[in-house]
């Protein structure tokens, strides 16, 4: 049973283990999934979310179907010896104790990260065939797919090329990028966009992210937060696009900063996971409702 302790450990626990993979030159939310499939539970068949998906997504699987002990011993299969699960994390509303309470006649409830712990189908045995199909290669056309994307997004801002450089101007709501053929090839035109596309999620008009609506300077604290949401939110679109962008090579000077700013702040990678999600869901108009049923239908599916 998980002490409080225990709890609030998860933060460090699961920072230590991107800063070791940032330290191998291994950028965890850029692993590519696609051939793999999305990270999802295999009786429940819900797709996991968040920092979840890049945590499993990036353990190198051939098909990234999991589930907990519990689930594995209800179809009469087993966990292969020496085998060690992987972490999920998820949010539990908890009452408050008397100490935190403010002590008014209304029950105070506080989120308090927790995980469990799930095996990919190639640490178990027995499992019926029937619940997984090998994986296959993608059918589909991801530049069409890109495009449609960016159809999608409510309230999508104006997009200018022919600029030099990318970026967006939240004080004229544009995304300014250049001629599409400047671009070494199509992947890299979109996996620019996408990143630019989560920057104008932050919008007032949107959802008025303070990193974005709020002056911000070059080097900050929340200029670094924001161009991590944008980066994680733009691998999450990258996925759902079926397309990866090559030409980003582990650069030194990102990871370094990455390590850096992890290691002065345990939360932060969930931060701008949480906010990389909302982005997502925002421009591929995810109604606020069916997620948060879909978050809880998987929560009480999987946690043992």
């Known amino acids: 049973m998980n002490t409080q302790a225990q709890r609030t450990d998860v933060y460090q ?14 950028v965890p939310w850029r692993k590519p999934w696609t051939e793999a499939g999305h990270p999802q539970n295999l009786i429940t068949k819900l797709p996991y979310r968040g920092i979840n998906t890049w945590l499993l997504g990036s353990l190198g699987y051939a ?3 999991f589930l907990t002990v519990r689930q594995a ?45 799930v095996f990919n189908i190639d640490q178990c045995e027995n499992i019926p065939e029937t619940l997984h199909t090998p994986a296959t290669e993608a059918v589909h056309t991801p530049i069409t797919l890109c495009d449609e994307i960016v159809a999608r997004m409510p309230q999508c801002p104006a997009i200018v090329h022919g600029k030099g450089g990318a970026w967006y101007d939240a004080d004229k709501d544009e ?16 996996c620019t966009l996408f990143h630019e596309l989560i920057h104008s999620t932050g919008h007032q008009s949107r959802l008025n992210r303070k990193e974005i609506v709020e002056p911000t300077s070059f080097g900050s604290e929340k200029y670094g937060i924001e161009e991590l949401t944008a980066e994680i939110g733009a ?4 996925s759902v696009a079926g397309i990866i962008d090559k030409e980003f090579d582990s650069n030194v000077a990102y990871i370094k900063s990455w390590i850096e700013a992890l290691r002065n702040d ?8 949480g906010r990389a999600q909302k982005a997502v869901n925002f421009i591929l108009n995810v109604p606020h409702k069916q997620e948060a049923d879909e978050v809880l239908v998987q929560e009480g599916a999987e946690t043992p």
């Open 13 to 26: 626990i699961i920072t230590n283990r991107i800063i070791e993979q940032l330290a191998q030159k291994v």
């Open 266 to 273: 345990k939360r932060m990678i969930f931060y701008a996971s």
């Open 235 to 238: 691998c999450y679109l990258n």
């Open 175 to 190: 995304i300014h990028l250049p001629k599409q053929g400047s671009f070494t090839s199509s992947e890299s035109y979109y």
């Open 73 to 117: 011993t209800a179809i009469g299969a087993t966990i292969k010896k020496g085998e060690h699960g992987h972490m999920v994390t998820f949010w539990k509303r908890q009452e408050k104790t008397q100490d935190q309470a403010q002590h008014t006649s209304e029950k105070e409830y506080i989120s308090v990260l927790r995980y469990y712990v």
């Open 63 to 65: 098909q990234n179907y």
